[in-house]
């Protein structure tokens, strides 16, 4: 059993405790407090001018493209950079290609060096799941499908089997409402309901292309479908937003990360509200994929769970969350700083079915446990971790006598 002593504690949980002590034993959380309480009399390690976190959680992110950085350029339209995209990709990663392995184990490393421990990946190839599991790194991949001319689930039971080979938390995931069918969509959520883990995600809302295909049918999304040969003239043009759409397909649920909402107004953010859904925001991507500035503030006033994640390397400068939270701070400065500190930890733990073991400093939870440097005293430290956090002051509390300067 050890008692560490730092300048702050962040439970995340409660508000942050100055001279804060938290008490570790076989590698859970036993007991936290301030110093005063008598928390840690039998012996406390001091580790100085130091603020103690959860780790964080990337709840949404494709480790398959990592291979991709540097490659895909910014663009002003959505639809402009999926043409980068694809012509970057040439092709679907294969899960066994080293030219796909050696950049995703190196993103492994950079999540983990920056204060991540579990994330919600994507994944077309499943070639993330035994990387993750060989580096420590928890969380759900999802098997992404897609197939906007797709007439039923048939593709589900093919790959089957390589989701049933592949190590940890597996699950599926339809792509966006232009990529799947309804359909497939329909199929996906029955044999997600019918799994170990039924916890899905979906990308929705991202950009006005989408809700212009949804709402009339027409626009660049239907010209690609036409070009590439999936459109169908059988398709029912849904005339109505995103959520409204797979709401009434029955799709959603509080299983279901919602990804990006960049689109959504204030009727669709209630109805995720009244379903429970998560929505996961990656403000850095959107700017950088051409579909806007995420309406933060919109999204916490409306009560909706937030959680927070990077997407891939293809359309962001590095996989640090703390770099994602000082753009949202930037994006949204009168949300509090607590608030996003909770998207960032509890609310992405919840949302991927973790919760009971990591997002909190909490008695009984894992002790994975950020150990981050302060440069100098600090009065608001909710308000100093949004502000951009380099990986060179973070250090996670299981290494920390590895590391004398903490």
Known sequence: MTAYRAAWVCPIDRPPIRDGVVIVDAGRITGIGDQGSG????GIRDLGNVVLMPGLINAHIHLELSWLRG????????????????????GVERADDPGVLAPLRAAIRELQASGTVAV????NSLASPDPMHAAGLDGVVFHELLGFNERDGAVIERTRAARAAAR?????APHAPYSTSAELFRAIRASVDASACRITSVHLGESPEET??????TGPWRGMLELIGVWRDDWAIPGRGPVEYLDGLGVLDGQTLVVHGVQFDDAALARLVALGVTLVTCPRSNQWVGVGVPPLARFYRSGVAVAVGTDSLASVEDLNLFSELKAMRRIA???PAAKLLESATLIGARALGLDSELGSLTPGKRAEILAIELPRPVDDIEEYLVSGIDPAQIRHLNNALQHPGI
């Open 39 to 42: 928390i840690g009399d039998h």
């Open 71 to 90: 490659r895909v350029p910014p663009a002003a339209r959505f639809t402009d950079w999926v043409k980068r995209l694809v012509a970057a990709r040439g």
């Open 120 to 123: 919600g990946d994507i994944s």
């Open 168 to 172: 940890g938390r597996v699950s599926l």
């Open 212 to 217: 212009e295909l949804l709402a009339t049918g």
């Open 333 to 335: 400065p009168g949300v």
